[in-house]
């Protein structure tokens, strides 16, 4: 059995966020250039592996600065506005858009986004300088939201040195390996596949941490993907992989995005 890869899409930034939306099957991702703090916002398709928007365009805002991804939901992206960026960052305003098409649904700037409330299908946000709730019913927004075709999302374990674990997954890797890993793991079995993303020092170089992803099959116990995902790290990070829509979504340098297909 080998892994079949679906895409290789890689981009001119930073890949930043990737939020699936398990509504709809749809990923919004942002991409950002940190120098210049700008971002670009774009949605992929899971069940085609296209792209339906590539960024977005609306009248009146010449570039998003300053912005980032609040949530998904039913396949509508909610952004916000970062304030006050040189001594406390908050959150502000909010922008409903639709993911398929990139078009503006709903838009207020100086309120702030609460919860999205996913049994009533609603968006609650506050309004300014006041503890006042509004809520937004969004299928109102987005009709087509009925239509949605809901998939699941499976997020690894992350395991660190204080758990009891730990030490049978470092040996685990450093079987399947030539790596002596430390003790930073994250770790999911979906199916027949076991996932696990890993760290090592690079002591020869001593330029940080390399991370590593590896896929086993836990039927045969042979090592279906070997992959080196980012080198010259200077600490662990969190949510290196995901599998999605039976789907495996792996980042590499953070720059590229890798998707595999699963024979779940």
């Given amino acids: 059995m080998v892994l079949t890869k679906k895409f290789h899409y890689e981009t001119d930034g930073q890949l930043w966020r990737i939020v699936p939306c398990v509504r709809s099957g749809l990923m919004a991702i942002e991409v950002r ?3 210049e703090r700008l971002a670009n916002f774009m949605t992929l398709d899971s069940f085609s592996g296209e792209f339906l928007c590539p960024y977005l365009e609306w009248d009146g805002i ?6 980032g991804i609040e949530a998904v939901y039913g396949g509508i992206l909610c952004l916000f506005r970062y304030q006050n960026i040189a001594t406390m960052p908050t959150h502000e305003g909010v922008w409903l858009a639709d993911m398929r098409t990139g078009s503006l649904l709903w838009a207020q700037e100086n309120i702030v986004f609460k919860e999205i409330d996913t049994q009533i299908h609603t968006l609650r946000v506050q309004l300014p300088n006041t503890n006042v709730l509004e809520s937004v019913r969004l299928p109102d927004l987005l009709p087509s939201v009925a239509e949605n075709k809901a998939v ?7 395991y660190s040195e204080n758990n009891p674990y730990t030490p049978l997954l470092a040996a685990f890797v450093a079987e399947k390996t030539i790596h002596t ?3 930073a793991f994250d770790y999911l079995e979906q199916g027949r596949y076991i996932f696990i993303s890993y760290y090592i020092r690079n002591t020869e170089t001593d330029k940080g941490l390399s991370n590593y992803f590896l896929a086993i099959d836990q039927e045969s116990g042979a090592v279906l993907l070997h992959l080196l995902l980012a080198e010259r790290l200077a600490g662990i990070g969190w949510d290196t992989f995901f599998v999605f829509n039976q789907q495996l979504f792996l980042v590499v340098n953070k720059t590229e995005l890798i998707c595999y297909e699963l024979n779940l």
């Fill in 62 to 67: 010449d570039s998003f600065e300053d912005w």
């Fill in 33 to 35: 250039n940190p120098a």
């Fill in 152 to 158: 699941n999302l499976q997020m690894p374990l992350h």
């Fill in 181 to 183: 890993p430390i003790s």
